[in-house]
């Protein structure tokens, strides 16, 4: 009897970290989606202001720091990468930027890869996938303590 009231228990707290988990994912998906029109529209008035200033034979500004997001092995992964386009071949490349071991990045890397009129933009979500990766390894840690308690009761 008091095993299956356990085990009910267990299951309850399964479900609301797995609920966690979502809610990491999802704001880790709208931070990236986010990132990506709001950059469009700086982006935008950038060109707007350049061809302004220049006519339209302006170059065109490139942006090659770009952001994502996936889940891999129960492991949330946002990354900065860059994209490098060979006009010649016409292929695209792409070049994950290193973290290291903390949750952001190294800002000075991140900026050198940045736009100006990006960069407040590019250090704002930095913060805020941060802040996600550690929420995600405090409920993958919660996650594992549970299943330990749960086993460790079982054998019990």
Not at 67 to 84: G, K, V
Not at 95 to 101: H, N, R, V, W
Not at 116 to 122: A, G, N, S, Y
Request: charged share 35%.
């Amino acid at each position: 009897m008091e095993m299956t009231k356990n085990s009910k228990l267990f299951k309850d707290a399964f479900k609301v970290l797995r609920h966690l988990e979502l809610e990491i994912e999802s704001e880790a998906e709208d931070l990236a989606i986010h990132f990506n029109e709001t950059r469009q529209d700086l982006l935008q008035k950038a060109q707007a202001e350049i061809n302004a200033r220049d006519g339209n034979q302006a170059k065109r500004i490139w942006c090659g720091l770009n952001l994502s997001y996936r889940i891999l092995n129960a492991s949330l992964q946002i990354t900065w990468y860059t994209l490098h386009f060979n006009p010649k071949t016409k292929k695209k490349k792409f070049i994950s930027l290193p973290k290291g071991k903390s949750d952001a990045y190294d800002l000075r890397r991140l900026k050198s890869h940045a736009n100006d009129f990006e960069w407040e933009l590019v250090k704002d979500t930095d913060r805020k996938a941060a802040e996600l990766r550690k929420a995600w390894k405090r409920v993958i840690a919660a996650r594992a303590q549970f299943r330990y308690l749960y086993q460790s009761l079982d054998d019990e």
